[in-house]
């Protein structure tokens, strides 16, 4: 729930009369969650969203997967850069686990997208490990780069504009409800408190607004569910000259994050970047460690009992793991416990700093994973605890 923000022409008061230069008036939709009762914006448009002139089935339906029914409960490791690369940053993603509120998926797109996409149910959070570009939306230009956290509110039309040059690897959450800064980051009136790991500062906001009057050809593939449809319009979607309000597209770049170190071993909370709905997102940075002249730098054996334990491994070396190269994906499942592997407490004794970037996922449910991260697991993992 980022601050209230305003870009382009807007009327002196909401729900008023807003003429364009020739007198007709301009068309006003308010951008809502939970009803009325949530989050809003309220955006200007030179023709009226409303406007469709075809709708279609698309030729197929949103991320095909099929379960992996493995009949057994144990780790996980995916190596996700043995994913193929290709399709574009939306429609490409490979669909790796979900349970009922979540679905992580990762891409690595070599395609431009010649639609724009609505998802109509989810939030979506885009961790760009690699690559640059530009979000454009009817919010208006949010460029992007690498180690960007990208929230996309449902509802939202867009489209990925890929830069050429860096290969572009993108981890995707689709959360079906809102994902938003933590709550207890918040004070009473929703400004971040002096202790939350970052603040109002640290977020990237739409800056440039450009109203696309021109007319054509376009289409906005709208997801809902598993369904997927082309809106066909004959004029471009973003054509907002104006909107005010608290629901945006916006950006997090994960260095911004400011680690929260102590004398002893910090729990997971403390690297908390998001919550949604039953899942929190967090982000391991590059920190000093414990302090205590017996400290332990890397964590104890743990049993998430109530939750699912999902790490991608953006980059540096990862403490308390052997194995795990960037890209990696760990799963640790509840029902058993996991821990730092053979050999890395006593290796970690003294060390000062970690240079470790890693993105976690934790759910509150259990995640299934897909025949497309069946593809990709390597199956010795599980007895990578044995001296
Ligand atoms: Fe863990």
Request: proline share 8%; glycine share 8%; net charge negative.
């Amino acid at each position: 729930m980022p601050a209230y923000h305003r870009l382009g022409e807007l009327p002196q008061k909401r729900h008023t009369q807003f003429r364009k230069a020739d007198g007709s008036l301009y068309a006003e939709e308010v951008f809502g969650t939970e009803g009325f009762s949530g989050n809003y914006s309220i955006l200007y448009y030179h023709y009226p969203p409303t406007q469709v002139k075809k709708i279609a089935k698309c030729a197929s339906g949103p991320f095909p997967y099929e379960i992996w029914d493995e009949e057994i409960q144990r780790h996980h490791h995916l190596q996700s850069t043995q994913l193929a690369s290709g399709g574009d940053a939306v429609l490409g993603r490979q669909v790796l686990m979900f349970n009922k509120d979540v679905q992580i998926s990762l891409v690595r797109p070599r395609e431009e997208m010649s639609y724009f996409y609505r998802d109509g149910d989810s939030d979506l959070l885009y961790f760009i490990h690699s690559g640059q570009g530009m979000l454009e939306s009817t919010f208006g230009l949010l460029p992007y780069h690498e180690g960007d956290y990208i929230v996309i509110p449902r509802g939202t039309t867009f489209r990925f504009r890929l830069e050429s040059g860096a290969e572009s690897v993108f981890l995707v959450i689709e959360a079906h409800g809102s994902i938003e800064s933590p709550q207890r980051y918040l004070n009473k009136y929703g400004q971040m408190l002096e202790h939350s790991p970052y603040c109002e500062r640290d977020i990237r906001r739409p800056q440039e607004l450009v109203a696309h009057t021109e007319s054509g050809e376009f289409e906005v593939r709208v997801k809902v569910g598993r369904t997927l449809t082309g809106y066909w319009y004959d004029f471009h979607p973003c054509n907002v000259v104006g909107w005010d309000g608290c629901e945006y597209p916006w950006i997090l770049n994960i260095a911004d994050f400011e680690p929260i170190t102590g004398r002893i071993h910090q729990p997971p909370p403390v690297h908390q970047t998001f919550q949604g709905p039953n899942f929190v997102v967090c982000s391991f940075v590059p920190r000093k460690l414990d302090y205590h002249p017996l400290s332990i730098p890397v964590p104890y054996n743990h049993s998430n009992i109530d939750s699912e334990e999902m790490i991608y491994y953006v980059n540096g070396n990862f403490g308390s793991r052997r194995g795990i190269a960037r890209g990696s994906l760990t799963l640790h499942p509840r029902g058993i416990p996991h821990g730092p592997q053979p050999g890395t407490v006593e290796k970690s004794l003294g060390a000062e700093r970690t240079e470790e970037l890693a993105v976690m996922v934790d759910t509150f449910y259990p995640l299934q994973l897909t025949s497309i991260a069946q593809h990709i697991d390597d199956p010795t993992y599980p007895y990578s605890w044995l001296p």
